[in-house]
T-cell receptor, first 113, second 113 residues
């Protein structure tokens, strides 16, 4: 039973570029959330997708956007990259938007130079 | 404004002894609390949780205690094993927020053989 899978695992971009990260939820899950984990900090909530719509959003600028597809997979897009966007981006899935426990993927490590 | 705080960045414990990890929160709306464990190059994995209607929850070697009046929770691991060495994150969520998780900054637990 595959868990949450994310791609790519590592990537390097330069300031001003755009990046797309991908996530496939755990089998049977229909809700995807994205978190940003900066070095030495805990994960911070970016947004949550359910039924192909953004349902909840954390304190992140509009440069961060996402999408959920009919098969429940999701993408996170970040435009106009800043040095401060360097972080581990974690995708988490659950069944339903009110689930208490999330299952996390291993993350995509983004480095912005 | 850190709503969930883990004030100890690191903790070292001898194998077989008890490990106690602490977490404080400020938001009175939080009603569900979780502990996640994270190994390097892996995503956070769910360990144990507790609802605000309880003050203790046990699962094998792991016990979580909740003190609502002090807005404090702790994770006890007994006995500690070298395989428990990891970063432990405390997280909290509130009803009506689509259960987005607010994380602490983590505590690195090292269990010495």
């Amino acid at each position: 039973d595959a868990g949450v899978t994310q791609s790519p695992t590592h990537l390097i971009k330069t300031r001003g570029q755009q990046v797309t990260l991908r996530c496939s939820p755990k089998s049977g899950h229909d809700t995807v959330s994205w978190y940003q984990q900066a070095l030495g900090q805990g994960p911070q909530f970016i947004f949550q997708y359910y039924e192909e719509e953004e349902r909840q959003r954390g304190n992140f600028p509009d440069r961060f956007s996402g999408h959920q597809f009919p098969n429940y997979s999701s993408e996170l897009n970040v435009n106009a990259l800043l040095l401060g966007d360097s972080a581990l981006y974690l995708c988490a899935s659950s069944l339903g938007i009110g689930a208490n426990v999330l299952t996390f993927g291993a993350g995509s490590r983004l480095t912005v130079l | 404004d850190q709503q969930v705080k883990q004030n100890s960045p690191s903790l070292s414990v001898q194998e077989g002894r008890i490990s106690i990890l602490n977490c404080d929160y400020t938001n009175s709306m939080f009603d569900y609390f979780l502990w996640y464990k994270k190994y390097p190059a892996e995503g956070p994995t769910f360990l144990i949780s507790i609802s605000s209607i309880k003050d203790k929850n046990e699962d094998g070697r792991f016990t979580v205690f909740l003190n609502k009046s002090a807005k404090h929770l702790s994770l006890h691991i007994v006995p500690s094993q070298p395989g428990d060495s990891a970063v432990y994150f405390c997280a909290a969520s509130a009803a009506g927020s689509a259960r987005q998780l607010t994380f602490g900054s983590g505590t690195q637990l090292t269990v010495l053989p």
